[in-house]
């Protein structure tokens, strides 16, 4: 299997929950997202009693190295060899002590929220990117206050590693993000509950490209 050789890329981040559904639609939708454009995907920590877990993780994996795309566990280290990274909500406690069991080529990410300290803490530690949700109101991320963009623009100023963006973000809503330096969005049920996830992640991946366009064409004027 294909492992740490891939890296975060910037774009479309995929958020999936396993126990949202049984595995073969889950790798169906997840399958037709990457065809349209996902370019990282995060397992939730979240499975059904008595369903395999490692099978769940391997599928997905699997999946996603066919399209180049790496797969972050969120919060659980103990299948961190069967994936290419782990994604924190919260800055672990112990983490002097667990950074040695996360290989050394696997993507690090830390969700920060309006907490600057976390912000410090990653780029202290050298994570490879930060996320901040949620910038909408969202029924998926209700244990988040909203996050003000002021402390994204904040970030981007304080470090340059890639900034994502979560929580509540629609086609309808995202060019509110253009004036936001972020790097890429990660989206759950706006993809997975899609008709067509395929279409979906194809326009916001489209959605994506044109704001940088233009903060690029900004940035030059």
Not at 92 to 106: G, M, Q
């Amino acid at each position: 299997m294909i492992k740490n050789s891939l890296s975060i890329q910037k774009g479309l981040y995929l958020i999936i929950d396993p126990a949202s559904m049984e595995l073969q639609l889950l790798l169906q939708k997840v399958e037709a997202a990457l065809k349209g454009g996902v370019s990282a995907i995060q397992i939730l920590n979240n499975f059904k009693p008595n369903t395999c877990k490692i099978l769940i993780i391997d599928s997905v994996t699997i999946l996603a190295h066919r399209f180049s795309v790496p797969v972050l566990m969120n919060q659980d280290l103990t299948e961190i060899e069967r994936v290419n990274g782990i994604h924190f909500e919260e800055i672990p406690d112990n983490f002097e002590s667990i950074r040695p069991t996360i290989p050394s080529d696997a993507i690090v990410g830390i969700t920060c929220g309006n907490n600057f300290d976390k912000i410090e803490w990653a780029v202290r530690h050298n994570l490879d990117y930060i996320s901040f949700g949620a910038v909408f109101p969202t029924n998926s991320i209700d244990s988040y206050s909203i996050v003000s963009l002021e402390t994204v623009r904040k970030a981007r100023i304080y470090t340059d590693m890639p900034i994502f963006l979560c929580g509540g973000i629609t086609l309808d809503n995202i060019e509110q993000l253009g004036n936001v330096g972020f790097d890429g969005i990660a989206v759950i049920s706006g993809i997975m509950s899609a008709e067509s996830p395929q279409e979906s992640a194809c326009s916001y991946k489209t959605a994506i490209e044109k704001i940088k366009k233009i903060r690029k064409n900004e940035a030059l004027a």
